[in-house]
């Protein structure tokens, strides 16, 4: 297959949230290859919303009459491209086949299996990377998300229709698409970040005292979950710290791209504190680590991208001695 080129079904799956994991991150790169590739996508999207707010999300009464309005749509599309712009005309055309796809993957969903779609259409979608693992995804409204290992995005099935808001448990990084209308909201537990477009990283795991937001570029509000308190704005390399405790919140001057170099599959580490490394290497490989002896006033600087478990380890061992032990899951550690 030429990379220029995807099917038209892979776009279908795309829109009505049918892809796995592998199709997303295909979609993606094809995303990525031309600016042009987003604005067809775009179209495509608003076509299939457009149909799908016409048609009940719960009932279809006929099955002939749903399918009369999807063509009645492509049809209207396609007489509106002037005779003489052929190259045009085949654009159109090959939009409405592909939107006439979306609408069939869905409409045959719900008209086959109308109790399980209509229990789809209701609830959120989730997507989780398991420790050890990251994964990448498009919202539909095009913006990009990483999720880091051990960490939960999950969004409301209207997302980009009446806003655009997702939950985050555990770390992102988002580079959001542009939009004056609806701001794009995370709501990471006690803390709501409001953007509109922006590329920024979200640390909100359960088992850390703080909730981490450094920019990389555009600007960011923190408010509380609540909304009725603004904690800070953010300006491009500042990272704002907040507690989940009292929500007191530190802004402190960061380098964004090595807080969200994790995204590239690198883990850097410019002088953090030895406890962070470990909770954090813990994430990385998708194990439980133990420590004993530690010093907690050690700091580290390295850079982790495609080490194995056991060669970080002897990495660290030659920084500072240690001993360890591997037993599938579990590392035991203890410093000299």
Known sequence: MDKKQIPYELLAKYLSRQCTTEEQEQVIRWLDEEPGHHLLLDKLRKQWEAVRLDTSAYVIPDKKMVWGKIQDRIRHKVKQVPLYSRSLLIRVSSVAAVVALVLGFALSSLINNPEKSWQATQFENVIIAPPGQKTQLVLP??????????????????????????????????????????????????????????????????????????????????????????????????????????????????????????????????????????????????????????????SYWFTIKTESLTELLEMINKISPIEYKLNGKEVTIRYK
């Open 141 to 298: 409204d095009g913006t990009l998300v990483w999720l880091n290992s051990g960490s939960r995005l999950s969004y409301n099935y209207q997302y980009s229709t009446y806003d655009r808001v997702v939950n985050l448990e555990g770390e992102a990084f988002f580079d959001v698409k542009k939009d004056t209308q609806y701001p794009f909201i995370v709501k990471a537990g006690e803390v709501d970040v409001k953007v509109h477009g922006t590329a920024f990283n979200v640390s909100t795991y359960a088992d850390e005292e703080n909730i981490m937001v450094a920019l990389l570029r555009g600007k960011v509000s923190l408010l509380s979950a609540t909304g009725q308190n603004l904690l800070t704005y953010l300006s491009p390399n500042q990272e704002a710290i907040v507690s989940k405790k009292n929500l007191s919140c530190r802004v402190e001057s960061c380098d964004a791209e090595i807080e969200a170099s994790w995204r590239h599959n690198l883990l850097k580490f410019d002088g953090a504190p030895v406890e962070e490394v470990w909770k954090k290497l813990e994430r990385w490989y998708g194990v439980d680590i133990t420590l004993s002896n530690v010093d907690t006033l050690k």
